[in-house]
T-cell receptor
């Protein structure tokens, strides 16, 4: 069966510091990968998606970037965090076709102070 | 522009009764709809989905109904259990587009 991991689970960072969140998927090959953010009191917002190694599409212009160095690894980064980057970050995967259901990881809660 | 709307931020139901969670959408191109359940500090868990070629899909205690003319879908949970207490998100997508558009969620509380 497929498993998706995210770490860290919780992170407290000062404004202006860098960020690196990691997501890995097991039990599948060539998945589509996604980064979402849930801000307080809001729904989930798609930030980035990737259909293959090195292929990143951005949905929302922002202070964040994503990379996919390996087939089942997806990384969310920032060079300098802003207060507005605080939120709950979720990684998800779907089968290669992209038409199927997306399955979410456990999430990372980021608090920028 | 909020294309997927869950107008009820919360719903409270007695154990054993039916829970009905509602979702409206504005984009007529949406052709695939999903419901997710989310506990605090956890990722959403997929519950059930429905394609626009159907008007009903059932999986155990969960049934999703789709009314395309009204651009409305609903999730029925029968019978409701205390463990169903969570935030429920409605999501929609179209064609081969990868993006899921989510509503803001409805907090369901099932009282014993």
């Amino acid at each position: 069966s497929q498993t998706i991991h995210q770490w860290p689970a919780t992170l407290v960072q000062p404004v202006g510091s860098p960020l690196s969140l990691e997501c890995t998927v097991e039990g599948t090959s060539n998945p589509n990968l996604y980064w979402y953010r849930q801000a307080a009191g809001r729904g989930l917002q798609l930030l980035f998606y990737s259909v293959g190694i090195g292929q990143i599409s951005s949905e929302v212009p922002q202070n964040l970037s994503a990379s996919r160095p390996q087939d089942r690894q997806f990384i969310l980064s920032s060079k300098k965090l802003l207060l507005s980057d605080s939120g709950f970050y979720l990684c998800a995967w779907s089968v290669e076709s992209g038409t199927e259901t997306q399955y979410f990881g456990p999430g990372t809660r980021l608090l920028v102070l | 522009d909020q294309q997927v709307k869950q107008n009820s931020p919360s719903l409270s139901v007695q154990e054993g009764r039916i829970s009905i969670l509602n979702c409206d959408y504005t984009n007529s191109m949406f052709d695939y709809f999903l419901w997710y359940k989310k506990y605090p500090a956890e990722g959403p868990t997929f519950l059930i989905s429905i394609s626009s070629i159907k008007d009903k899909n059932e999986d155990g205690r969960f049934t999703v109904f789709l009314n395309k003319s009204a651009k409305h879908l609903s999730l029925h949970i029968v019978p409701s259990q205390p463990g169903d207490s969570a935030v429920y998100f409605c999501a929609a997508k179209y064609g081969s587009n990868y993006k899921l558009t989510f509503g803001k969620g409805t907090l369901l509380t099932v009282n014993p």
